[in-house]
């Protein structure tokens, strides 16, 4: 008896490996291969958005989304135009939060009281829904009642109501108001890990030496903060890059199509008009450039991002 | 933790303040910072504030201007009416279902695996933990359309419960295949993190492994399980763009599309798309406000969010 609940233990216990990673493994495999393999075949060929049908079009879809008409020629106006847009927006919108983020991490740094609280006041935005954080800002930019207009023109600011919204220029602006404040608590919260493992001890020896404020971040913060500022550019680029949220609810891409990014062209491409062949060839070529624009931020800063 | 009296002197001291002037420049810099730092709370919490008020505002009273700065007739009309004339209720039970499920399974997956991938060197330990943060890197938007295919028309299992499309359960598959590398990636950190000869007195004591897990390193760990399951919670309840693509009515519909929806009205409701924004909102505050700490050692040892 005893001698058959300890075999049974013993063949358990060599079991303990796979019967641990093997269904997380099996499922990520899924992840991995399976869609992405999916992807590939499926920008080969042209879907009939009414009947279905599919036909192999070879390299077709990445013609059309590259050049003009599909031939080799004149780039596709579409692709440079929402390539020039999603520059802005994630440019924009990761220096923007990158800098006001490590501004408050380095305030919060600091050996202040209720520390706590700022801090958890601080991260919310970033844990609501992202639909809801669009529309919330679509109602603050909103021309007649809208919270903007209200204490512009309530404070004597600006005498008529700014149609935010339905400005072009307006509009991508607003977008990038609403990507900040989103996602500026990811950048605080990454920074600040950063900061805490700068040794106090430094700064002391850098202030006895009377070094300036500037050169103490530089020669002392700035070296223990490496790790922690590639993860969150990182994560913030990448994540900009493919976020739909936002922009989906709070302009869909317009007016006109002055704020169309590559996630929302995806979108419209893939699931509004149907075509799902071009969609996937987008999808295709965000999977590359997500690849590159990582690779390249390992190169400018080095190490792997996710040991921080 | 020293005192305050203590962190005080320490500071004073190892600064070099002698002379009150210098002193006295320390204490500006401290105020300055309390100030930048209650702007900045301010205004980040204003919108949040604002569409709270919305959402308790007589529908005629979104629609004034000037614009109030609190609901001068407080009403919960707008709760009742979402309940009643669009189904939230469905959107919750939706949203509850989903997210739940999806945290039950990545804990579950994230944490036996976890523990294996910060233990035990197996072959291809390394290539696989690898594989497991590029599958972080994968844009999801980009995989709208396989995912759609794979729902509409899944294979294998398709066999048995035909088109997955416009149902909970290609929600909680899309959304395990998103979190559960994340869980993985904290709970293997958080694991890295506990001694091992916690694990060895186990043995000693005569455990199997699979005792010493279940007795000695799962209480342990529980910080770090709260942490994954919190985010596992958060980013399936809040995911917008699968549950666009995947869903077409209340069946599988989550709170997220729920609140889209208003969006499609000709003519926005603004009082009732707030409320509806403030139910689909509720654990984000709740958590952030309460369990700050898990989110946060979570997120730096994870480092990601869908």
Known sequence: MAENTRSLRRRLDRLFIPLTVGPTVLWIAGVILYPTLQLLWSSLFYTNPITQEKQFVGLDNFASLIFENGTVGALNPDLVQFTKHTLVYVGCSVTISFLLGLGIAMLLNKDLKGRGWIRTAVIVPWILPYVMSGLMWRWMFQTQYGAINGVLVGGGVISEQIPFLSDGTLAMMALIIADVWVFTPFIIIILLAGLQNVPEQLYDAAEVDGASRWSRFWNVTYPFLKPSILVALTIRIIFDIRALDLVWVMTHGGPGKSTEVWASWLYRTAMVFGDTGQGAALGVVMLAVTFAVVAVLYKVFGGTPYET | ?306
């Open chain 2, 1 to 306: 933790m020293s005192t305050k009296t203590d962190t005080l002197s320490r500071v004073r001291r190892s600064l070099n303040l002698n002379t009150e002037d210098e002193w006295s420049s320390v204490v500006r810099d401290r105020m300055v910072a309390y100030g930048l730092l209650a702007l900045y709370v301010v205004v980040v919490w204003f919108p949040i504030y604002y569409i709270l008020i919305t959402s308790f505002k007589a529908p005629s009273e979104t629609l004034s201007f000037p614009i109030t700065f609190y609901p001068h007739d407080p009403t919960l009309s707008n709760y009742v009416e979402i309940f009643q004339n669009r189904p939230f209720g469905t959107y919750t039970l939706n949203s509850l279902i989903v997210a739940g499920t999806t945290t039950l399974i990545c804990v579950t997956l994230g944490t036996l695996s976890g523990y294996t991938f910060s233990r035990y060197d197996f072959l291809g330990n390394k290539a696989l933990l690898l594989s497991i943060i590029a599958a972080r890197m994968i844009p999801p938007i980009a995989l709208i359309v396989p995912f759609f295919e794979i729902m509409s028309n899944p294979p294998v299992i398709g066999a048995l419960t035909g088109s997955l499309y416009n149902t909970k359960a290609a929600l909680i598959l899309t959304y395990t295949f998103f979190n559960l590398p994340f869980a993985v990636w904290i709970m293997k950190n958080y694991f890295d993190g506990v001694p091992r000869s916690l694990d060895e007195q186990a043995q000693v004591d005569g455990c199997s492994t699979w005792e010493g897990f279940f007795k000695v390193i799962l209480p342990v760990a529980k910080p770090g399980i709260a942490a994954t399951a919190i985010l596992a919670f958060i980013f399936s309840w809040n995911e917008f763009v699968f549950a666009l693509v995947l869903t077409s009515s209340e069946v599988s519909q989550t709170l997220p599309i729920g609140v889209s929806l208003f969006v499609a009205d000709d003519f926005i409701d603004w009082a009732h798309l707030a409320a509806g924004g403030m139910i689909a909102a509720l654990p984000g505050i709740l958590f952030g406000l309460f369990f700050q700490r898990y989110i946060v050692s979570g997120l730096t040892q994870g480092a990601v969010k869908e």
